[in-house]
Structure formats: C-alpha cells, structure tokens
C-alpha cells in the first residue's frame, strides 16, 4: 500500500475500530504459552493421584511437553487445510502398488512431538497409565490432531500384547511399538467394524484360515469398514477362524503387520478414504484383506473379551481424556477472549450472562477431568493388583458410562465456547473451536455410540448387579469426607439413586434401556461431585470446593436458584479465573 493510501486508512479508520483490533490482537498474544503450567486444576489432581516423589518425578515431563504442545498447536492447524489433507497415494513412482497415504510436512511436525513426548514408551513400565493419559490430555488441547486417535489405538495393541500375546508376539512387536522416535515406531491401528456390523461386532465374517500351526500364522479375508490410522504399521483385529461358532465367541483377535518382514506389502489394500466431519487429518479408509498374514493372540474363544479388556476400554478412557482436554482448551480461548473483548465499553467478562456461560464450561470440564483422570490413576491400581473386586466392577461399568457422558459435555463446552466469541467463534481461520467442535461430534460416535454404551450398561447391570458395586465404590468416597454435610447428603443421594436402579432394572431390557440414560446421568454426575469433593478437601482448595458445589446444586440435586445472589457469586467466582 503507498504512502497516501496509508494515510487515507489511518484517516477513515475510527480510534473504536482501531481499538477493536488491537483487543483481539491482545487476545490472541494472551494464550498461553505452556498448556501444562497454566491448567492448576490438572496440577493440583496429579499432585493429588501420586505421592509427591512421582509427583516431582513426572512435573519436568507434563511442564516440557504442555510448552510442546503450544507448538503441535500450529502445526495442526496447518495440517487441516484443505490442501493438506491424507491422500491416498496408491502407487510407488516404479508403478507398484503401496497403498500408501502421503500427509503434509506439518503432519510429521505434530507426530514427533507428541511422541517424543514419551506418551506411548511411559508403557514400558508399569503403573504409567496415568502419566499416559495426562500427556494425552495435554495433546488433546489441540483435538485429534492427526495422531492422537493413532496413539489411543496403540496404546490398546499394547496393553493387548503385555496382558495377552505370548513371548514371540511381545518380543517381535512391543520394541517398535515402545520406541519413542516416530520414524522408528509402530503407529497401531484396530479395524473392528465391518459394514454389515457396525456396534453389532458378533456379525463380522471377515475370515481367519490357519496357515501354520507352529509359527502362529493365518490368512486373513474380508473387509472392514472403519479403518482409522490406515497406513498403521500393526493392526488388531478381529476375524472368525474357520469353523468357528456365530456371534462374539466365534471371533478371534489377530495381530496383522502392515509390511512383510522382506519389506512387502502384506495383502492389505485401501478401498478409500473416508470424508470424515472431524478428525480429517487423520487418515480413515475402508480396507481389503487378501490372504493377510496375522498371528492370533489368546486362545480361540478369546478374541472379543480380549478386544473389550484392553482394545475397547482403552479406547474408551483415551477418548474421555480426550474430551477433557479439548473442553479445557476452548474454555481457556473463551475465558482469555472475555478478558480482552469490549461491548458497551466494557470487557464482556463482566456481564453475568457471560460468567454464566464460563462458569458452566469450567465446572462441566473440570468435572470430566476429574472422573476421567482418577479412571486412570484406578486402572494403575487393577493392574498392579491393589485394587479390590468391587473396585474393578466399578470401572468396569463407569469406563463405559464416563465415555458417554464426557463426549456429550465436551461438545456441549465447545459450543458454549464459540457461543461466547459470537460470529468470530464460527470462523475456521479465527480460532481453533470450529475444528475442536468437529472432533468432538466425532468423538461421541467412535468406541460406542451413546446407545451402545447405554445398552451395553443395561445388560452389565441386569447381569452381573455392577451398579452395587458401583454404589459400594461411591459410598467409600463419600465416606471419605471430613465435611459430614457433604457426606451425609452424598450417601442420601447415593441411596435414592440405588433405589430407582433397582426399579428400572427390574424391567424388561427394552424398557430398561429406555429408561437408564437419565439414571446414567446422575449416576455419572454424583461420581463427578464425589472426586471434585473428594479434591477439594485434598487441596483445600476454595476454587475447587466452589466447583464441587456448583456441580452438586446445578448437576445432582438440580435445584439451584439462578435468581439467588448466591448462584451469582458463584459463576462470578469460577469465571473469574483460567
């Protein structure tokens, strides 16, 4: 622009307009710089989980990497244009076939750091799935981000292989699925759906045919619908041995490697890839299998509880944690914008509508948070055998029930957060909320849709009574308190809350199910309210106590008064810091 044309701008343009720019400039300069030192709520919980050696052990690791992440950020951002999108790449410049998917340069940039990171090598060692989970937190401020759907399906195939696969299987995989560098690693993969099938996995026919008894192998036939992380290096997935019986019990689960040991293309071929809401830098195809070489892990019969113990409940926690952090990073792009955003003269911070809107983002994540971190900090101690009978029933039922409701909050806070920027909040070049909002949609559906996970709790409730143990494991923490008002009303609660199980329980399962997504709902909620209790005397944290009770009021007991001054210096309270 010249000189004239210059001064033409500066003379049309009002001080106000000038004004409004540079605020949002501000805005964008105040995000923060190290997504780990600015989350206290993350610190004080972890401080909380581990005793304070481990504490201090793993603070350089979360620090280091919560600055990383601010740099995976950028690179994400790039990797969603549209130019940069996977694209399926099906043949070598020779002309022979790889189908393989070529990404951007951007999309190596995110994956060595958040490798590096050491958010899959930390399963070396055991009783680290909840330094696992909080890199993966920190890694989902970003959303999916191209690699953190891979990482959750690695960490499946791992913990598949440590607790099932024979000493061949772990000496031949586990090295390269451990390996810290991203040009030496495994990325896994789990191809479970089939077309036919969906959530209905007893109706796969992709086939397994044993092709040597003494080296483990088997060809493996079919197709397979949902294929995320196509260009893995290992895949877990489920085929039906010849002979087999129908249903669940006939599938077997199966290590099938990307590349023949010679290097070779192992008769896996890309149908195409799929045009996904969310998550789009991350390659999802449909795949044929064409006398693929696999290697079965567990005995014949094994294959699907295999896949729920350490496939689908993996993924399902991964993806709660995942929640969580994306709920946390539109809440802080939302709070730091109300700082910096004026109308009428003022920052929009202070309009009680507003500080409504943050209050609820911050009490819905922090509460998803919570559950979905102590979930994991309860899976170190199943594994490493602390854990009683009861303790494991409960996860085993609130790992499914966390999964449904943290993926409905977190989209619920994403709205709410581009709802507080306005029209700025719809614009994909203005912030990182519309690309959170899609992922978010998407993670709702992927590992169990809603209704799945709701009918799948039914069945485990009316079955195998895993609500008492639910109830049992809830009474513990609410008999923990010092506050006798927080655990008398609490284990009021818990008991209403058993009673109205046991009548819906009673009925048939079509009506059950029906009628237990509300019960799920406050199940969920009254977990939440019992960790952020819990926390809040841990700590003696004024804040987190705050959140307990706005939770309680407005989530458990649902009779807060709006029109209270208390409700107003409560959301005034909790949106007043990041």
Not at 6 to 13: D, F, K, P
Not at 106 to 111: D, E, I, Q, S, Y
Not at 252 to 261: A, E, K, N, S, T
Not at 421 to 440: I, K, Q
Request: some cysteine.
């Amino acid at each position: 622009m010249s000189a004239p044309a210059r001064e033409l701008a500066r003379q049309i343009a009002s001080p106000t307009v000038e004004q409004g720019r540079e605020d949002l400039n501000q805005w964008e300069r105040s995000q923060p710089a190290n997504f780990y030192e600015t989350d206290r709520h993350l610190q004080n919980l972890l401080a909380m989980l581990w005793d304070k050696e481990r504490f201090r052990q793993n603070t350089e690791r979360l620090s280091k990497f919560g600055s990383d992440a601010k740099i995976i950020d950028w690179a994400a951002r790039a990797d969603n244009q549209p130019e940069n999108l996977p694209r399926l790449n099906r043949y070598s410049v020779m002309g022979e076939r790889t189908e393989d998917v070529e990404f951007s340069i951007h999309h190596g940039t995110a994956g060595r750091l958040i490798y590096n990171s050491g958010v899959m090598s930390v399963y070396a060692e055991p009783e680290n799935n909840l330094l696992a989970m909080a890199l993966f937190y920190l890694s989902s401020y970003n959303g999916e981000a191209g690699h953190n759907c891979p990482v959750s399906c690695t960490a499946g195939i791992i913990k598949t292989l440590q607790h099932a696969g024979n000493e061949e299987l772990k000496a031949k995989f586990l090295p390269h699925l451990l390996n810290p560098g991203l040009s030496h690693h495994y990325h896994g993969a789990q191809f479970l759906t089939e077309v036919q099938g969906g959530s209905d996995v007893g109706a796969n026919v992709c086939t397994a045919t044993l092709l040597d008894p003494k080296e483990n192998k088997w060809l493996i036939n079919g197709e397979k619908w949902f294929c995320s992380n196509a260009t893995a290096g290992l895949i877990l997935m489920t085929a039906r041995p010849e002979g087999s019986p129908a249903g669940t019990k006939g599938l077997g689960l199966f290590l099938v490697p990307r590349l023949l040991d010679d290097d070779s293309l192992n008769g896996i071929y890309i149908r195409r890839l799929k045009d996904k809401l969310g998550t789009k830098s991350m390659a999802t195809a449909e795949m044929d299998f064409k006398d693929a070489i696999g290697y079965q892990i567990g005995e014949a019969g094994t294959g699907f509880q295999h896949a729920m113990d350490f496939v689908i409940n993996t993924s399902r926690l991964y993806n709660a944690v995942g929640s969580a952090g994306a709920a946390r990073r539109a809440y802080v792009v939302a709070w730091t914008y109300a700082q910096h955003r004026q109308a009428f003269g003022t920052p929009i911070k202070t309009f009680p509508l507003i500080q409504q809107v943050l209050a609820e983002m911050k009490v819905e994540t922090a509460a998803i948070t919570s559950g979905s971190l102590y979930l994991a900090h309860l899976r170190d101690e199943i594994e490493a055998g602390r854990a009683d009978e009861t303790a494991k029933q409960f996860f085993r039922l609130i790992v499914n029930l966390n999964k449904y409701r943290s993926s409905i909050s977190a989209t619920d806070v994403i709205r709410k957060g581009i709802e507080v920027l306005g029209g700025n909040g719809a614009m994909e070049n203005f912030s990182v909320l519309p690309r959170l909002l899609r992922d978010s949609v998407v993670f709702e559906a992927w590992e169990g849709a809603h209704g799945t996970l709701i009918a799948q709790s039914v069945r485990d409730c009316q079955r195998h009574q895993l609500h008492l143990a639910c109830g049992e494991h809830l009474k513990q923490m609410f008999a923990s308190l010092g506050n006798e008002t927080a655990k008398a009303r609490g284990l009021a609660k818990l008991e209403e809350l058993l009673g109205e199980f046991e009548t819906v329980l009673a009925l048939d399962e079509f009506s059950a199910g029906v009628a237990f997504r509300e019960l799920a709902d406050k199940l969920v909620y009254l977990f939440y309210a019992a960790r952020l209790a819990v926390e809040a005397e841990h700590s003696n944290d004024a804040e987190t106590a705050t959140i307990a009770e706005w939770l309680w009021q407005n989530r458990v007991e649902r009779s807060a008064n709006k029109t209270s001054k208390t409700y107003l210096q409560q959301i005034s309270e909790i949106s007043s810091t990041i």
